[in-house]
């Protein structure tokens, strides 16, 4: 058989977008340059991100710095590149790097606060300071509780200290964060970035310029104190709302944890806190891309975060600080290791076409490149089909080849052979988009809370699932007898890991009448975890004997089928492999570009963290 020329050759629209730190002085020839660069390596286009080191003339959203951009977008239009702006000068989102408290100091992040009263004692509240509760502790003393501004900021895009010797790494600006749980003052931050880029670059928009990155907004910024918590003005009325109860009476279970139901409170006032986020910023922000024919992308600032993904036509995760690593129990334990099928899963049920994943940022200079490789293929594996390495730095002068190592693009060791890279990373984002992803077991989730234990067991056993997020049984899946319907998936089995929410229950019920529901728990054993996955979905590949480390990931996409078979350990591993098909299957290597014949008995090798494809013409 052959294998499809796209496979071999994909458009450039699936190639990796690196962030590009611009931070330093600019240039016209030399952004010119390191394009040209890019594309000779294989990387068709970029995220345009503002980073500390710049000098204070080339200030965020300046009209100089604003003219560099359009330099850089004239030249990727010239060379059939892709753009995606990034909206902050550095990070957290949501503050336009001071200026949306600038124009108005009332839309500076806010919190709440708390004061312990003794017997007769009046609160103490400063000018800025409105007093929210008084209210009983279960001890019998009282707490005040305020709202206020908060002393919180974002990280600044200017060194205040840098010197000609770099003898250790200068301070930074900090302007102060916004307030992104007042709508009013995400408006503002929309004004001063996004209108101004469409001023400035619409017509751009929709072809060159295909997204707008958000990136990790924060309810408290960087926040100086440790004893407050995330608020605005008015948040219990919005939170009391969300949760359908009054939790002014429980506000001391925010501090205490001797109060009554403590974690249970703190988490209902965290859910109602991003519920709330949703509304005033992620909404806003996803109404202002699509009327502008741009993608929302970017990531939340948690891992297992899957319910603001339903914002962003781009939805994505944000593989960083060594949070995943080759090797180790991260790879399959703990609330990052979800975000590969957080936003993979995302995508499918909301009907996206692309996911994506900012990876190896903060991953330190002593990444190589065997990793920086394998946490590719750790997210296609778990179908992620667009890659932002983090990041390709325009200059490495200083203290800012220190800031947040490694460069993985032009500084980097690996550079002159990143073309085979980048062309395997285009090949594995091509086949992991418009193509139906064949899994009938679903694994529930909460919108901010995403579990792994059940995932654990059945990624080492070869049974692939997607994350369903827990809203969609009673907003948008259909039900019935024969499992949950969603966008193109059909869920045979569902997996419940954590207590549902009580709005799941009609469908759940539908669902365990039918013998469709799998409660999982620690005590269960992973073998009969997979019996009663068999029973309802059937395994499409198997192994002999077991492998705990292969991955799989099975597609349909232009009548062929793809095997995606990945080694995820470093030892080599051997095993035979029954697939359904009907014959004619080849193996192909993304990486070398080559198919070769499937042994007669079908047994293969893998080597350690080696990643290759089946391809096959039609199900036996």
Not at 479 to 493: K, L
Request: aromatic letters at 10%; glycine letters at 6%; charged letters at 25%.
């Amino acid at each position: 058989m052959q294998i499809p020329e796209l496979l071999q050759n994909p458009p450039r629209l699936f190639s990796v977008m690196p962030f590009w730190f611009w931070n330093d002085t600019l240039d016209e020839a030399e952004i010119v340059r390191q394009i040209q660069d890019f594309e000779t390596h294989g990387v068709f286009g970029f995220v345009i991100h503002p980073r500390v080191g710049l000098p204070r003339e080339l200030g965020w959203m300046s009209d100089k710095l604003l003219d560099f951009y359009q330099i850089a977008i004239n030249e990727a239009q010239r060379r059939g590149m892709a753009v995606i702006l990034y909206d902050e000068g550095m990070y957290p989102s949501g503050s336009s790097s001071g200026q949306v408290v600038a124009a108005n100091p009332n839309f500076q992040c806010r919190c709440l606060a708390k004061q312990e009263l003794a017997d007769g004692e009046e609160p103490h509240l400063g000018p800025d300071e409105d007093l929210v509760a008084i209210v009983p502790r279960q001890n019998g003393s009282r707490l005040a509780i305020s709202d206020r501004k908060a002393d919180s900021f974002i990280r600044g895009l200017h060194y205040i200290d840098e010197g000609p010797v770099f003898d250790g790494p200068p301070t930074e600006d900090e302007p102060p964060a916004g307030d992104i749980l007042n709508p009013a003052a995400v408006a503002e931050f929309i004004r001063l970035v996004y209108d101004k880029f469409a001023a400035r670059f619409a017509p751009y928009f929709g072809h060159t310029i295909i997204a707008v990155f958000t990136d990790e907004p924060s309810l408290l910024g960087r926040s100086r104190e440790i004893d407050v918590v995330p608020g605005t003005t008015g948040i219990l009325t919005e939170v009391n709302r969300i949760l359908g109860y009054d939790l002014t009476p429980h506000l001391p279970a925010l501090w205490y944890d001797d109060e009554p139901d403590a974690q249970r409170i703190r988490d209902d006032y965290e859910h109602a806190l991003n519920v709330r986020l949703e509304e005033t910023y992620y909404a806003q922000l996803s109404r202002w891309c699509e009327k502008h024919r741009l993608a929302l992308t970017g990531h939340p600032a948690q891992g297992n975060a899957i319910g603001p993904l339903r914002f962003f036509q781009i939805p994505g995760q944000d593989l960083v600080w060594r949070w995943v690593l080759p090797d180790t129990p991260t790879a399959l334990e703990g609330p990052e290791s979800t975000q590969g099928k957080c936003s993979s899963s995302a995508m499918l049920h909301l009907g996206r076409r692309r996911n994506a994943n900012e990876c190896c940022g903060a991953y330190g200079h002593e990444l190589t490149w065997d990793e920086m490789v394998w946490l590719a293929h750790w997210c296609f594996i778990r179908g992620v089909n667009l890659l932002y390495p983090h990041a390709f730095y325009y200059s490495v002068r200083g203290p800012r080849r220190d800031e947040r190592p490694p460069d993985v693009g032009p500084n980097a060791a690996w550079w002159p052979r990143y073309r085979l890279y980048a062309d395997a990373c285009r090949r594995l984002s091509w086949l992991n988009t418009d193509s139906r992803h064949i899994c009938h077991l679903a694994i529930l989730g909460k919108p901010y809370r995403l579990p792994w234990r059940a995932a654990k067991v059945c990624f080492r056993r070869q049974r692939d699932f997607n994350y369903l997020e827990d809203r969609h049984l009673w907003e948008d899946a259909r039900v019935d007898e024969s499992g949950i319907y969603i966008g193109d998936m059909h869920y045979r089995a569902l997996i419940i890991e954590d207590e549902p929410d009580a709005r799941a229950n009609p469908a759940l019920e539908i669902l365990a009448q039918a013998g469709r529901v799998i409660h999982y728990n620690e005590q269960m054993a992973g073998a009969d975890l997979i019996a009663q996955i068999d029973r309802l979905v059937p395994p499409g590949i198997r192994v002999l004997p077991a492998v705990p480390g292969l991955r799989v990931r099975h597609v349909i996409k232009e009548a062929e089928h793809y095997f995606m078979l990945f080694n995820e350990t470093k030892a080599a591993v051997e095993m035979s492999i029954e697939l359904p098909v009907a014959g004619g299957a080849m193996r192909y290597d993304p990486w070398a570009n080559e198919v070769a014949a499937i042994p007669v008995d079908n047994r293969l090798k893998l080597a350690g963290h080696e990643f290759q494809i089946i391809v096959a013409p039609e199900i036996g």
